[in-house]
């Protein structure tokens, strides 16, 4: 954090406070002279880097109230300025204060217009603060920070004038249920205590009468006095300022006023600068008097600091990132291995288990090819039911014939292995289903070979019949041929053929109309 210093310019000289921690330092003072400018110019380039406040106290001030229509914007701004301008042509050393609003039907808005009306004596300190390119925060009056002392000291709602010293003059501020309404710096010629006090007695019967004359207080109506002294010099302040119809005192030592404030070492003698110049670096107000170019370098400083500021908490945010994602990182790598040891241990677990198991009747390979086959047949939208049906209604009608296997599958297939005419106009479409049906014909002890032949005549005699159904014979119980007898277990057509029985193989095809 830069270090504070606060500027308290009178019509004397200049001095330059440090304020840290709820203490006032007085570093320097520097007159109104050429050789005060070049002291300040050497103070001020050792602390380029601080921030500086500017309080005034002068006589060439000046205050008014006003009134403005109700108004929000930049229509407030430009009556405002325009108000200013026609009170405080010649500076630009000036600003308006809220006071609320009128208790009529406009609502008009009431506000305290301030300047100082010799920017002369002011501008060699503040253009030398800029030509150096110091933080300037803002230049204040010491009356406008009256109302924060005297909500301290708590006077009441009635009109009150608080008399305070400085250097070697007596201010004047008029309030109005808290509000500032006037001020005014007379010089104190006489700086001893009963001086003081003989001071503000005359000036408060003159401030009485003027107000009364402005119409601020109504005609008859008295004036609480509020003065700050030192403590040594309360008895003989209150013994010089006497109650009056018109005015009464309340004399109240500046070392209490520190205490209310929070001003850790209580002024001195009775000046009061270091109460308001405590206020000041503690209230700062919001309103001051300083033009954007004066306050330039400040709001450069403002935005470094802002800059500083969110980096560091990007910085920061980025620290706290990193510290959650090394520890997810830890967490779940100690997850892992957690895991991986489970997975271990059950993978050892199982492996102690499956030497237990009874051998596989075939390897693991045909297994598979067994269950893939299984599941492509389940993913098949049509079943051999249909297929079985017209099978076995031909078997119904031969007893006789006994089928050993049954190889079905749908689409379409190689015809066989005699690669006729036939065979390949039985041959299965797309969309067909057929079968490889094995079979046998027993024979019994009195039958030959025309007797089988005529049972397997039959039985495809039946199968054609079936709807949809072609059939082509790959293999007969008995070598057929043109030209050639029977080839059975006797060389005679009618002898009894052997007890073995006959096979035959048959291709199936079922025409499934779409």
């Known amino acids: 954090m830069p270090q504070r210093h606060l500027l308290y310019l009178s019509a004397h000289q200049l001095s330059a406070h440090a304020w840290k921690g709820g203490r006032l330092d007085a570093q320097a003072s520097f007159p109104h002279s050429e050789e005060g400018l070049v002291a300040f110019r050497q103070y001020l380039e050792k602390r380029r880097h601080d921030l500086f406040y500017l309080l005034i106290n002068v006589a060439d001030e000046g205050f008014q109230l006003d009134t403005i229509p109700f108004l929000q914007g930049k229509d407030r701004e430009a009556v405002i300025q325009r108000k200013l301008g026609q009170y405080f042509y010649s500076t630009n050393l000036n600003m308006a204060q809220r006071l609320g609003f009128e208790k009529n039907r406009r609502k008009d808005e009431r506000l305290l217009l301030a300047g100082f009306t010799n920017p002369a004596q002011i501008m060699p300190w503040t253009a030398l603060v800029q030509s150096l390119g110091v933080p300037l925060v803002g230049i204040y009056s010491l009356p406008l920070l009256g109302p924060q002392l005297l909500k301290k000291l708590q006077p009441g709602p009635a009109p009150c004038l608080m008399l305070t010293v400085q250097d070697h003059s007596l201010r004047q501020s008029f309030f109005d249920k808290g509000e500032l309404h006037f001020s005014r710096l007379v010089p104190l010629h006489d700086s001893s205590i009963h001086g003081i006090g003989h001071a503000m007695a005359a000036e408060a019967a003159k401030m009485h009468q003027y107000l009364t004359s402005q119409r601020l207080l ?20 209150q013994e010089a300022c006497s109650d009056s119809p018109a005015v009464t005192f309340r004399i109240v030592g500046n070392d209490e006023a520190a205490r209310l404030i929070g001003l850790a070492d209580a002024p001195e003698d009775s000046r009061s600068e270091a109460l308001f110049l405590h206020l000041l670096a503690a209230q700062t107000p919001a309103q001051q008097f300083a033009p954007p170019p004066l306050r330039h370098d ?161 039985f495809l005699a039946a199968l054609r019949q079936q709807p949809g159904l072609q059939v082509n014979v790959q293999q007969q119980p008995f070598d057929v041929e043109s030209g050639k007898s029977l080839k059975g277990g006797s060389s005679s057509d009618d002898a009894p053929a052997s007890a073995e029985p006959r096979h035959f193989v048959v291709q199936i095809v079922h025409r499934v109309t779409p």
């Not at 008859?220 to 302040?237: T, Y």
């Not at 802002?306 to 997850?335: H, I, M, N, T």
């Not at 051999?384 to 190889?407: G, M, N």
């Open 218 to 237: 109504a005609r008859g109506q008295s004036l609480q006095a509020l003065a700050l002294v030192h403590p040594q010099a309360v008895r003989a302040v």
């Open 298 to 458: 400040y709001r450069v400083w403002q935005l470094k600091a802002l800059l500083s500021s969110g980096g560091l908490l990007v910085f920061l945010a980025c620290l706290l990132f990193a510290g959650k994602q090394l520890y997810d990182a830890s967490r779940l790598g100690s997850e892992r291995a957690a895991i991986q040891a489970q997975a271990d241990s059950a993978a050892q677990r199982y492996a102690e288990l499956a030497r237990t198991f009874p051998p596989m009747p075939v390897d693991n390979d045909t297994l598979r090819q067994v269950i893939n086959r299984y599941q492509a047949m389940e993913r098949q939208p049509t079943t051999p039911r249909d297929f079985y049906l017209l099978l076995s209604r031909a078997l119904e009608a031969t007893p006789q014939v006994e089928l050993d296997t049954i190889a079905w599958q749908r689409g379409g297939t190689s015809a066989g292995g005699n690669g006729n005419a036939t065979a390949a106009a039985a041959a299965p479409g797309e969309g067909d289903e057929s079968a490889l049906v094995r079979g046998s014909i027993p024979t019994g002890p009195q039958a030959n070979p025309r007797q089988v032949l005529a049972i397997f005549e039959r």
